[in-house]
């Protein structure tokens, strides 16, 4: 029933193709034009085309030999005259040969007939051979004929027969004219389609040629063919599957022609033919073989240079040729072992499992004893390198040389290599290479800072601060990624036990070497300890039994030693300004791995650590200065602080004996007074009562250094930041005091009311009353008394009567000792409010100003430094720089707020002397710049005249002259922030001062209002201070120089008012 089917079906499929056959061949054969009936053929070829194409779509079986043969007739034709016609239809022709071959002929195609279409399709492709092509063909039909060519060669060499008829003497001529386009195809081929296509054609001629004499003499030209294909960088523009491909083909060729079991006579017959007749005879001879090796270790020496290319499936389909050549081909290609092991080393795929039935490169290492030197020599080859290639500017080579190197570790672990010559040379290696980059990378732009124009923040050392150290070698953003291999090559550097060795290594030269090197050697020892720690695999304890005990117990030494090394660079900091910052930034991050790793346990190396790396918060280097600040902030995490500021008062005992005694023995330096008063600025106002000895001290060092503004300047920096905490704290007075606190300020006196009057009234008739009443009693007068007035009483008696006299002379109750502190530092001041260095002026007027709010509610501890304080300070009042004038008329002004009524006399004293003068000429100077301001506004606005803008008013938009409109704008012109001017407006704030809280003489008072008359307007406060004291005389004045505007003249019966206002 089936065989029945099968021939319904090809008689069925017959009668398709006969009229089709038959049009063909008329048309091909009968036609006298052959261009004019070429179209019509076209259409017919197509046809039959489809048709063929359905069928094997359908049912492949249903065409057989005898129907190809059927078939071909006419298509033959087609091909005995294919040059008169058009190229698309040999095209479609050539695509029904490829279906005749692959269903029909299958390995039945005749010997002749394969012959015949193998030197038609070379043609089609190649042209006449020895002959340049006219017009090439397009590539379709190029890549068809191809796909054809790949066809026939599989039909033909399919069988024994037709494989042996390939390589007769009458064919190898057209055998070899095929191989030979063929790789030309491969390696000109046009689209990457014609090349992968080629490829094909290439490995079924592989497996076609199955005479290994004539395989080998065609090897020299495939595997030149193939390294033009592969060798960088003219094969990384072919397509990733040509190249995939291209490799195949060359793992194939050279097992087949090259492989131990193919040569393995030639090898063994070498040795008898020398012995017998001492002459070698034939193709495959060992001559041969030694000159083909040679070449193809050049070859291969140029393929294989596609192993650092990015591209995994090259690199797989590179490792499979390495794994392959070194197993199949080991004895005949001997001398290219070194760098078949080298790149299988370097293609190998360690975070992919590979297959049990998969063969690696440790397997065979492990087959064939010799791999292992080879392995262990490239190793050693890749460290020696390491240094050099580290200087690259290329850091693609930078990374792919450690990467080898990580995998070179990955294969001495894994084969348990031991070798002291790798040990030793990867230690040095490891730190010149880490030198090199240093030295490479080029140093971010960081402004140092001197240590007294640094100003730090409280709240950069918190707990929700950055708690990650960022890089400091190798941190360029070009770099992360050479850094990032390295750190991890670190990690994977064998055993923990080896990790330690090596580690022991580079922090023994840190110890003994300066400069780039002992950053490196330390940098890579703190990474090779921290990654030797963080290792609890139970599975590398099983292996490696010496580190069940040993290396555990070593790691921890060798952190042990590391940790000290980086609590003396951290110590040494004061005592060598020549230090590498670098250093202390790594020790830095050591302290506060050490800190992570000890958590609590740690708060008794705070006594060491804690006041070196404070003192780094006042690094001139910004980077050094962030590593403290990160550091500080996971150490007190670490030891269970909420915040550094707990951090630092828990331990401020030692850190402030630290300061003491650096400034009793006057190691005096920057760095101590910037930790101090950092240390006050973190910690606030409850520092302060432990500062008595460290006060002291600075009081002794300025008494030896006061030569020294800058010295000087420094350290009352810290003075001024102590008084600005100790101004805030709530434990500077007693609370009898804070409640006895004055406030000075002038009161405007009530205005007397008739109810005021009558009880005055009433209260003089009563005391009147009471006089008259004593009057009338007589009084009983006695004689002489006989006895004293007072008799003698126990003196317990005595006591007790005495008891309200003596809470009289009570002494004051004790100052706090911030109270103490503050005073000291505050009479201090009168010292150096003479220093020539106008900053230290300035700064020292700011901390009265300070300072004296804060002392004046104790008014018996508060006064005499007032008197004291007041020489020196109205002194700077004509200071020659503007800037101190300011701060001394803000400090007096603070003055006057605290003191009151206490500077009466001085205040007066010194106006008549030097100070209404001098407040005449501040007005002057101020007034005459305003007036070169206004000259030059007038000028321009002469031109504007009778020209009107829109200004906003409470009416709406209203228009007006740019002149007023000028006038109005021009008072918050530049002529504002002139020096004269905010002279002036400081002068004015301590008039304002002096009349709202000290009581001063009328003239005085009147001087003043004349003074501060063209403010009164614009001055709410200065009109009130004034209004407070005197409000008639200041009415009077706005009212004489039209400041007030007028009032009706009131109007009464039989009185007749002056009218004031000249109406």
């Known amino acids: 029933m089936a065989s029945s089917n099968h021939s ?79 190229i698309r ?279 064939y004893p010799e791999f292992t030197d080879t392995i262990k020599t490239a190793i050693y080859n890749w460290v020696t390198s390491l240094p050099r290639l580290m200087q690259s500017s290329d850091n693609k080579v930078k990374q792919q040389a450690i990467r080898n190197l990580m995998k070179g570790q990955h294969f001495i672990t894994t084969l348990q290599i031991d070798s002291s010559i790798l040990d030793d040379s990867l230690a040095a290696s490891l730190r010149d290479s880490a030198t090199a980059l240093i030295l490479a990378s080029k140093p971010t732009t960081m402004s140092e800072l001197p240590s007294n124009a640094i100003e730090l923040d409280m709240n950069l050392a918190r707990r929700d601060g950055p708690n990650t150290f960022p890089a400091v070698l190798i941190a360029q953003e070009t770099e992360r990624s050479t850094r990032t291999a390295l750190l991890e090559f670190l990690s994977k550097v064998g055993s923990i036990s080896q990790q330690t060795k090596l580690a022991d290594d580079l922090l023994n030269y840190a110890r003994e070497f300066t400069g780039p090197s002992q950053v490196a050697s330390y940098w890579m020892a703190f990474e090779l300890v921290k990654s030797s720690l963080s290792q609890h695999s139970d599975l590398d304890d099983f292996l490696d039994l010496s580190s069940a005990t040993g290396p555990p117990e070593e790691s921890e030494s060798i952190f042990e030693e590391l940790y000290s090394f980086s609590v003396a660079i951290l110590d040494s900091q004061d005592e060598s300004e020549d230090i590498d910052w670098r250093l202390q930034a790594q020790a830095l991050e050591v302290t506060t791995f050490a800190a992570s790793r000890m958590k609590e346990s740690f708060r008794p190396e705070l006594i060491d650590v804690l006041y070196p790396i404070t003192t780094l918060l006042g690094s001139g280097v910004p980077k050094l200065r962030d590593h403290a600040i990160i550091s500080l902030n996971n150490i007190a995490a670490s030891c269970g602080y909420s915040s550094v500021t707990d951090l630092i008062i828990d331990n401020v005992d030692y850190m402030v004996n630290s300061v003491s005694l650096r400034l009793n023995t006057f190691d005096i330096s920057p760095a101590s007074t910037q930790v101090l008063r950092m240390m006050v600025k973190l910690t606030g106002p409850r520092l302060i009562p432990y500062l008595d000895d460290v006060i002291a001290s600075i009081f002794a060092a300025l008494d030896n250094y006061h030569g020294y503004p800058l010295f000087v300047e420094s350290l009352f920096s810290v003075l001024t930041e102590v008084v600005q905490q100790g101004s805030q704290s709530d434990h500077l007075l007693l609370e009898a005091v804070k409640s006895s606190a004055k406030d000075h300020r002038k009161n405007l006196q009530p205005v007397v009311t008739t109810e005021d009057i009558e009880s005055i009234l009433s209260s003089r008739i009563e005391r009147r009353h009471k006089q008259q009443l004593e009057e009338v009693e007589v009084e009983e007068i006695g004689p002489h008394p006989k006895h004293p007035w ?75 430094l007032v008197n004291s304080v ?194």
């Open 790 to 864: 007072k008799g003698k009483e126990p003196v317990e008696t005595q006591d007790e009567d005495d008891e309200p006299g003596a809470e009289v002379n009570k002494p004051p109750p004790p100052k706090t000792p911030t109270f103490k502190i503050l005073a000291r530092i505050t009479d201090l001041t009168q010292h150096y409010l003479t220093s020539p260095t106008p900053t230290l002026r300035k700064s020292l007027l700011d901390l009265l100003a300070t300072v004296c709010p804060a002392l004046s509610p104790d008014e018996e501890a508060f006064l005499p």
């Open 89 to 367: 239809l040999t095209e479609l022709t050539i695509k029904c040969l490829r279906v005749l071959i692959q269903h029909g002929w299958k390995v039945k195609i005749s010997q002749d007939l394969s012959q015949q279409l193998l030197i038609f399709l070379t043609f089609i492709i190649g042209g006449v051979p020895g002959q340049k092509r006219k017009d090439p063909i397009p590539e379709e039909t190029e890549l068809e004929a191809f796909m054809t060519l790949t066809s026939l060669i599989q039909a033909a060499g399919s069988s024994s027969i037709g494989a042996a008829a390939l390589v007769e003497t009458n064919a190898v001529p057209a055998l070899g004219h095929a191989v030979t386009i063929v790789l030309d195809g491969v390696t000109e081929g046009r689209t990457p389609d014609i090349r992968l296509e080629a490829l094909k054609t290439l490995d079924a001629l592989l497996v076609a040629i199955r005479d290994h004499a004539a395989l080998a003499t065609f090897l020299p030209g495939i595997v030149s063919s193939l390294s033009q294909l592969l060798t960088p960088p003219t094969s990384l523009k072919n397509q990733r599957r040509v190249l995939v491909s291209g490799i195949n083909a060359l793992r194939d060729v050279l097992t087949k022609v090259l492989g131990d079991i193919k040569v393995m006579g030639i090898v063994k017959g070498k040795a008898s033919v020398k012995n017998e007749s001492g002459s070698e005879s034939g193709v495959l001879t060992a001559s041969w073989l030694k000159a083909t090796t040679a070449k193809i270790k050049l070859a291969l020496s140029s393929v294989l240079k596609l192993r650092n290319a990015d591209l995994d499936d090259v690199r797989s389909a590179l490792e499979r040729l390495c794994i392959t050549l070194l197993d199949e081909c080991h004895h005949s290609l001997t001398d290219c072992t070194s760098i078949l092991v080298e790149s299988a080393m370097i293609l190998a795929d360690d975070e992919n499992e590979k297959s049990v039935l998969e063969t690696s490169l440790t397997d065979l290492a492990r087959i």
């Open 870 to 1063: 007041w020489p020196v300070l109205v002194e700077r009042l004509y200071d020659s720089e503007p800037f101190v004038v300011t701060s001394a008329c803000k400090a007096l002004a603070a003055l006057c707020q605290s003191a009151g009524d206490f500077l009466n006399t001085r205040i007066k004293t010194e106006w008549w002397d030097n100070l209404g003068k001098w407040c005449r000429k501040v007005k002057a100077d101020a007034a005459q710049a305003n007036s070169k301001r206004r000259v030059v506004e007038t000028r321009g606005s002469k031109l504007d005249q009778g020209l009107l803008i829109p200004i906003r008013s409470r009416n709406g938009i209203e228009g007006r002259e740019v002149s007023k409109a000028t006038d109005v704008v021009s008072s918050a012109g530049l002529g504002r922030f002139t020096q004269a001017v905010r002279v002036w407006e400081a002068v004015q704030e301590l008039l304002v001062a002096v009349v709202s809280f000290v009581q001063i003489d009328d003239d005085v008072f009147d001087q003043i209002l004349l003074l501060m008359a063209d403010s009164l307007p614009t001055n709410a406060e200065a009109r009130a201070a004034m209004e407070a004291v005197d409000p008639d005389a200041v009415w009077l004045l706005m009212c004489e120089k039209g400041m007030v505007e007028p009032m009706e003249r009131p109007v009464l019966a039989g009185v007749t008012f002056v009218d004031v206002w000249g109406g």
């Open 8 to 86: 319904a079906c090809r008689n069925e499929f017959f009668k398709e193709l006969k009229p089709r056959c038959v049009a063909i061949i008329n048309l091909a054969v009968r036609a006298p034009d052959k261009r004019a009936s070429a179209k019509e053929l076209l259409g017919l070829v197509e046809d039959l085309y489809s048709i063929l194409d359905r069928q094997v779509n359908a049912d492949a079986s249903v065409l057989d030999e005898k129907l190809a043969e059927y078939v071909f007739f006419p298509l033959s034709n087609i091909l005995l005259h294919q040059q008169q016609y058009p």
